[in-house]
T-cell receptor, first 111, second 112 residues
């Protein structure tokens, strides 16, 4: 599998600010997933995207499946301290099984 | 309470020793997966299983072995052939391969 390019690597923001992060691939994917991982725990699925151009929200989180099928974006609006963690993107291609992960975006939110 | 249970939470291995990490799910999912996570890195696929009694190597299968004798269980053995086993190991499952994967809380393996 390939490693996806996820940016930024880390973000340090104040509570209430909006956050944007993105993920790019050299390959086309059929599914894009966004996970959040807290220290010492497993990743938790936030949003799943299945169609190019799809825009999906989950509370204050919004993610988009890029039209080229090679990228995806995650936005967090009005950040709060509990948003702290590492956010991972993952893409799934024609194999239907293997997930290709980015290296993660570490988010720190100050009150 | 449905979910994926990994045990133990922390595991220590002596040089030359094999250790087995447990992964159990009660979600009735067909597919199960093992990933390795190193600091500052994304997850890398070790093995996956689409159905009972069948499994395939992932990107970094060398030094690891698995079995899938029951639908709900997918144990991972870290053998002595794995020269750099210190990592956080994550088990996941999905209804089928094309569905989103859900993760357990991981096992942290360290070398004594």
């Amino acid at each position: 599998g390939q490693q996806l390019n996820q940016s930024p690597q880390s973000m340090f923001i104040q509570e209430g600010e909006d956050v944007s992060m993105n993920c790019t691939s050299s390959s086309i994917f059929n599914t894009w997933l966004w996970y959040k991982q807290d220290p010492g725990e497993g990743p938790v699925l936030l949003i799943a995207l299945y169609k190019a151009g799809e825009l999906t929200s989950n509370g204050r989180l919004t993610a988009q499946f890029g039209i080229t099928r090679k990228d995806s974006f995650l936005n967090i609006s009005a950040s709060i301290p509990s948003d702290v963690g590492i956010y991972f993107c993952a893409g799934q291609g024609d194999s239907g099984y293997a997930l290709n992960f980015g290296k993660g975006t570490s988010l720190l939110v100050t009150p | 309470d449905g979910g994926i249970t990994q045990s133990p939470k922390y595991l220590f291995r002596k040089e030359g020793q094999n250790v087995t990490l447990s992964c159990e799910q009660n979600l009735n999912h067909d597919a199960m997966y093992w990933y390795r996570q190193d600091p500052g890195q994304g997850l890398r696929l070790i093995y996956y299983s689409q159905i009972v009694n069948d499994f395939q190597k992932g990107d970094i299968a060398e030094g690891y072995s698995v079995s899938r004798e029951k639908k709900e269980s997918f144990p991972l053995t870290v053998t002595s052939a794995q020269k750099n086993p210190t990592a956080f190991y994550l088990c996941a499952s999905s209804i089928q391969g094309s569905q989103p994967q859900h993760f357990g809380d991981g096992t942290r393996l360290s070398i004594l």
